[in-house]
């Protein structure tokens, strides 16, 4: 089999995840989407593996490599985004925004500072 | 033990004492009194011990040099002759005093154990100032003095006056200081060493260069120290220190210092006779001003500080006219009997519950709540009144004895007009000093009015470094005959017409006060119970009396000169620094935020966002990179 066919099959499956990865907004599909990256790469490893004759077949041993970390990458993830979507009540990748900053976070420090709301609450009680 | 290695210990134990203290001050204060006591009472013992064995014999002079220094070297050296190991016993004696009494009067101060271990250091500074041959240790014993009346004069530093009166005697005894050390540079320059007897031998050989400029900044630092005029504003307001550290700055350490310095190094200021009439003019304008300002304050301690000044005046004085035996021998006798009054004032002050004379006027039988006190101290106003036959008569006749022996023209190389000057000062600052010694007396133990209310009992330590003192004052004058074996040899016995002159000028002032105190107390005690009537002070003065009693507005000519264009100074640093310098700062600034800001903007909290821009970028960059190994791009 010429090497093109499985080449070409990567790359679509390999563009695919990446679009998956940067468009859908759904955690899991956008995990779903890095694993398909990975499969592309392995499907890589393994073709060239091939053509190449490796005596040692140094890519299939590092595709194996690659599968155990993908699962133990799923799972922590799946974990994560369980976690996530117990504690916000969603999944939607738009709605993570703590890492934003904010305009006027820097110049907290040089700004009055601002009142506690919990200690405020608790004060009348 | 040789009279070197006891002098070496005379100023190291006080100093080891006080850093015993303030090591273990807090962790055991069991040991704090013993620690300030024992190590200055050692001192005190060793010096006369060193004072024995040196005697009336050749001065001793030990040196070590640690390590060369490049050009002038410094010596680590001793010089014991008769003036150096008398007035190191006057120190040892007064010190170990002023920490017996402190060991009662600040029985309960929770800052005593600093307080001590400050006395000790203090101390031992100017053991060493006493005992040192180099003009740089000399200064390092100067310098370590300033700072500790500093912390003592500040020790009730809650209080405004506590600190303002310590800023201000550090600030103004540094403004002598720059010239003195200047003065010494330039002294060392002339002469090539810091060693005081190479100093003197190198004068008496070639003279000096400089004889008037170095003379005058040394005088400079020496009117800091010894709070003569212009520099005197100090002292007196040093009152507001605790009363055992006014008596040890005013007996026996700081201010006799400067007197000191000048003894050690007459040859210099003798080489000059432009210094020498400065001295005696300041002397002059020193006595006279303080006496006239002593008679119109109201504090008991104001009154002895400017007596301090005064009585400094008149060793200045004997200095100027060339006699510096009589100028130690002054110093020696006043530092007992000033001592004296201090800390028999202090427990006047603790009886009384005030400083205030006038309020003590209004007072009666102060003199039978403390019987000690008040012996002792007419005793010793006695002698700052020079009454013979107590030590501050023998020791102020022989400063009036040089001043009219230079007067007369017997002293060589004296200009005459000095010694008139300190003659005539010296008997009209005479006539104030039993005034105001008088008034004193009369007002503190002599008051009319309700009985003085019954403090609690003095402690046995105030009452008997009293009696202690008590010798010294009332005998030291009998020693005349034999101080000249220790001195310069010339003869310090009372002459007759200065003593006739002196001691009849002392009861006219004595009585003339004592008569106008009858005269005010008689119409006062029908009236009304005033004070303020009562002092003699205020008939006496006249229209001098308010100007007296603020110091002669010396400070706020001070404010006006100095103060205020420094404040406006620290004004205009401000400004530049706030407007000017700062705007720079903000400038600089400006440019790095905004670009801050711009980038800020990327920061969506989107992760997709940031995946493809890091896409984005690895694409560019493998393009890149793909360009310039297929050698295209270039």
Request: proline share 6%; with cysteine.
């Amino acid at each position: 089999m010429h090497l093109v066919y499985p080449a070409v099959l990567a790359a679509l499956l390999f563009c695919t995840g990446l679009y998956g990865v940067l468009a859908r907004r759904n955690v899991i599909l956008v995990l779903m989407s890095v694993e398909l990256m990975l499969n592309a790469v392995n499907l890589n490893l393994v073709a060239f593996d091939a053509w190449l004759r490796d005596t040692l077949h140094a890519g299939q041993a590092l595709t194996l490599f690659t599968i155990a970390v993908a699962a133990a990458e799923i799972g922590i993830g799946l974990a994560i985004v369980l976690l996530v979507h117990r504690h916000r009540g969603t999944s939607d990748i738009d709605r993570l925004r703590d890492l934003a900053d904010t305009p006027g976070t820097p110049d907290a420090a040089t700004a009055e500072p601002q009142p506690q709301p919990d200690t405020k609450a608790e004060a009348p009680a | 033990m040789t009279p070197t290695t006891t002098a070496v210990l005379v100023p190291l134990l006080p100093f080891l004492g006080a850093v015993a203290g303030f090591l273990l001050g807090r962790r055991a204060p069991g040991f704090v009194r013993p620690l300030a006591v024992l190590p200055t009472l050692a001192a005190a013992v060793l010096a006369a011990v060193t004072a024995a064995a040196v005697g009336t014999g050749p001065a001793t002079d030990v040196a070590t040099r640690l390590t060369p220094t490049g050009s002038v070297p410094i010596d680590l050296a001793l010089h014991l002759d008769g003036f150096a190991v008398l007035i190191a016993v006057l120190v040892g004696v007064v010190a170990t005093c002023v920490q017996i009494y402190s060991t009662g009067y600040l029985r309960d101060d929770p800052r005593y154990p600093s307080y001590a271990a400050l006395v000790s250091l203090f101390t031992s500074a100017m053991l060493l100032v006493v005992y040192t041959g180099d003009l740089m240790v000399l200064l390092v014993g100067w310098e370590v003095m300033g700072i500790c009346s500093y912390f003592l004069v500040g020790h009730y530093w809650e209080t405004e006056a506590a600190r303002a009166a310590s800023l201000k005697a550090f600030l103004v005894t540094k403004l002598g200081d720059v010239p003195f050390l200047f003065g010494i540079f330039a002294l060392a320059a002339d002469t090539g060493t810091f060693r005081i007897t190479g100093i003197v031998g190198s004068i008496a050989r070639d003279g000096l260069d400089h004889p008037t400029l170095i003379a005058l900044l040394l005088l400079a630092g020496v009117a800091g120290k010894s709070a003569q005029f212009p520099l005197h504003t100090w002292l007196p307001d040093a009152m507001a220190g605790p009363t055992p550290v006014s008596a040890l700055i005013h007996a026996a350490t700081m201010v006799a210092a400067g007197v000191y310095v000048v003894a050690r190094l007459l040859p210099v200021f003798a080489a000059s006779a432009a210094a020498l009439v400065v001295l005696a003019v300041m002397a002059a304008v020193t006595m006279i001003g303080s006496g006239l300002a002593a008679l119109a304050q109201d504090d008991v301690k104001r009154v002895l500080a400017y007596s301090t000044i005064g009585q400094l005046g008149y060793m200045t004085g004997a200095l100027a006219v060339g006699d510096r035996g009589a100028a130690v021998f002054h110093l020696i006798s006043h530092g007992a009997f000033k001592a004296l009054l201090f800390l028999g004032a202090g427990a006047l002050i603790h009886a009384a519950g005030t400083n205030s004379l006038s309020a003590m006027s209004r007072m009666s039988g102060l003199d039978r709540r403390v019987p000690d006190a008040y012996w002792t101290v007419t005793v010793a106003l006695l002698a700052l009144a020079a009454i013979p036959p107590f030590s501050g008569f023998f020791s102020k006749e022989a400063v009036l004895g040089a001043a009219e022996h230079a007067a007369t023209g017997g002293a060589a190389g004296i200009p005459g007009a000095a010694g008139w000057t300190v003659l005539i000062s010296g008997l009209i600052a005479a006539l104030l000093t039993a005034g105001y010694a008088t008034r004193l007396w009369l007002l503190a133990f002599r008051g009319s009015g309700p009985e003085a209310p019954d403090h609690s009992p003095q402690p046995l330590a105030m009452k008997a470094v009293l009696w202690v003192l008590f010798v010294p004052t009332a005998a030291f004058g009998l020693t005349a005959p034999f101080l000249p074996d220790w001195f310069d040899g010339r003869s310090l016995t009372p002459t007759l017409t200065t003593s006739v002159l002196g001691t009849g000028i002392a009861l006219v002032g004595g009585l003339i006060t004592y008569a106008t105190w009858r005269h005010t107390t008689a119409p006062a005690t029908r009236t009304a119970a005033d004070g303020a009537a009562t002092d003699p002070g205020r008939v006496l003065l006249g229209p001098l009396y308010r100007p007296a009693a603020a110091g002669f507005h010396l400070d706020a000519v001070y404010t006006t000169l100095f103060v205020r264009p420094v404040r406006a100074a620290a004004v205009l640093v401000r400004f530049l620094d706030r407007e000017v310098v700062d705007t720079y700062v903000r400038a600089a600034g400006t440019g790095p935020r905004w670009l801050g800001a711009a980038v800020r903007r990327a920061q969506t909290g989107n992760v997709q966002t940031y995946l493809g821009a890091l896409l984005a970028g690895a694409l560019v960059l493998a393009v890149a990179a793909v360009l310039v190994a297929t050698g295209t791009g270039a």
